[in-house]
């Protein structure tokens, strides 16, 4: 009974110390905080806590961010939870929406998850069918790049042979007809891929008959010699283009936009190629989990475009002390994750300490804002874990400890602080 009136005398302090209105749900939240410092069990914090278990990762990630620690608060995150009426309206269009535009061999798979969350709308928010339709987008994307290339080089292929001989009719007048016949020829051989067999074959006929009535006409047709070569030229430069903006659109979408390194998108599938590499040649890799502390202070106190540009400061100083073989990206929020190489651990805390050396012996600058950063780690070895799941999860909770002795730690699974 005692520990109880201490804990609301405390409570109610605290909040009039820091000017908040005693709410209920603000008392309850100052409430359970100064009983955990207290030790004393509190048996709906207990059933808090058991309840966090059942949530998703990304609700749990929603709770770290907004510290989130009572019922109340939490009441708020569960009323966003779609249900089952709304998840099947978005499972009917579900073929509509990852249907290829261009190539159309992954319909199937497509369809059969279709039928497996339609007995089972729940599953579409489990992290393996979002796994699932990941696959699918990348390999939407991946088919459909490779058919928009494939067709490109076609295309290249037929303007390129068109424009060689229109040159030398145009440069050659006195052997032109034979120069004709041999376009004919080799448009008749042309060797096109099987994106564009249906696409192109056409156009290869009407070219073939068209260059048919030009072996007689040829003196009446120089003009249309001229543009026909404008024409490819045109073309051959839009076609550039067009490759240019596929693969900038391809890069573009594996970079976070704020930070300027890999985003989660791109991080999974880095992850999946390592991966290989591990289990193929058992070669050794640390996860770093970094979150900078206080973060929300900083956007409370100085406005986020000052927390926007300590996300990108960081960011830099990370991505300048990653190998090319290394992979750092933006894992959400003020949280960053890195897949560090090594050959002995002390490489490890080695890169550690460099980056524990930079972001504390400088200020980060933001117009004429100076601050000091510090951050917290959680840091595994890989091959101490059955998978790179349970080792990311064990990064997660390191992390989450050094949060809660304090801040401004380090901690590796081998027990050591840096």
Do not use: W
């Not at 339609?118 to 069918?129: G, I, Q």
């Not at 032109?176 to 564009?196: D, F, G, R």
């Not at 120089?222 to 490759?243: P, R, S, T």
């Amino acid at each position: 009974m005692e520990n109880i009136k201490t804990i609301i005398k405390n409570t109610i302090k605290s909040l009039t110390r820091q000017e908040i209105i005693a709410t209920p749900s603000n008392y309850a939240k100052e409430f359970y905080k100064e009983a955990k410092e207290l030790n004393f069990n509190v048996e709906e914090l207990n059933k808090f806590h058991k309840l966090l278990k059942n949530l998703s990762d990304e609700e749990k990630l929603y709770i770290r961010e907004n510290d989130v620690t009572t019922y109340y608060e939490l009441t708020f995150l569960l009323l966003k939870r779609i249900n089952d009426k709304d998840l099947k309206k978005f499972i009917d269009n579900l073929d509509f929406l990852l249907t290829p535009s261009i190539d159309y061999n992954i319909e199937k798979k497509i369809s059969e998850l279709k039928l497996e969350l339609e007995d089972n709308p729940e599953r579409l928010v489990k992290n393996s069918t979002i796994n699932r339709l990941r696959k699918f987008t990348n390999e939407r994307i991946t088919r459909d790049k490779v058919v928009v290339q494939e067709k490109a080089k076609d295309v290249k292929k037929v303007i390129g042979l068109m424009g060689k001989y229109f040159d030398k009719c145009l440069l050659q007048s006195d052997d032109t007809s034979q120069e004709v016949s041999m376009i004919k020829t080799e448009l008749e051989k042309l060797e096109l891929s099987k994106h564009s067999a249906r696409d192109l074959a056409m156009l290869q006929s009407k070219l073939v008959n068209t260059i048919h009535k030009l072996e007689n006409t040829i003196d009446e047709s120089q003009a249309e010699l001229f543009k026909g070569q404008k024409d490819c030229v045109y073309l051959q430069k839009q076609i550039n283009k067009l490759e240019q903006d596929l693969n900038e659109v391809s890069r573009e979408k594996d970079i976070d936009f704020l930070t300027g390194i890999a985003n989660r998108r791109s991080f999974v599938a880095e992850v999946d190629k390592i991966e290989n590499e591990y289990e193929i040649f058992k070669s050794k890799y640390a996860i770093v989990f970094y979150d900078i502390d206080h973060f929300k202070s900083i956007n409370d106190n100085y406005g986020h475009e000052c927390g926007d540009t300590i996300l990108t400061t960081f960011a830099t100083i990370l991505k300048k002390l990653t190998r090319e073989e290394d992979v750092i990206c933006r894992y959400g929020g003020e949280e960053f994750v890195a897949l560090i190489h090594y050959t002995e651990d002390d490489e490890v805390i080695s890169y550690l300490k460099r980056v524990r050396n930079i972001v504390s012996t400088n200020k980060f600058v933001h117009k004429d804002i100076k601050l000091k950063i510090k951050f917290c780690a959680g840091v595994v070895y890989r091959n101490k874990y059955n998978s790179y799941k349970e080792a990311i999860n064990q990064a997660d909770l390191l992390l989450n400890k050094a949060k809660h002795e304090g801040r401004n730690k380090i901690i590796i699974d081998t027990g050591i602080y840096v």
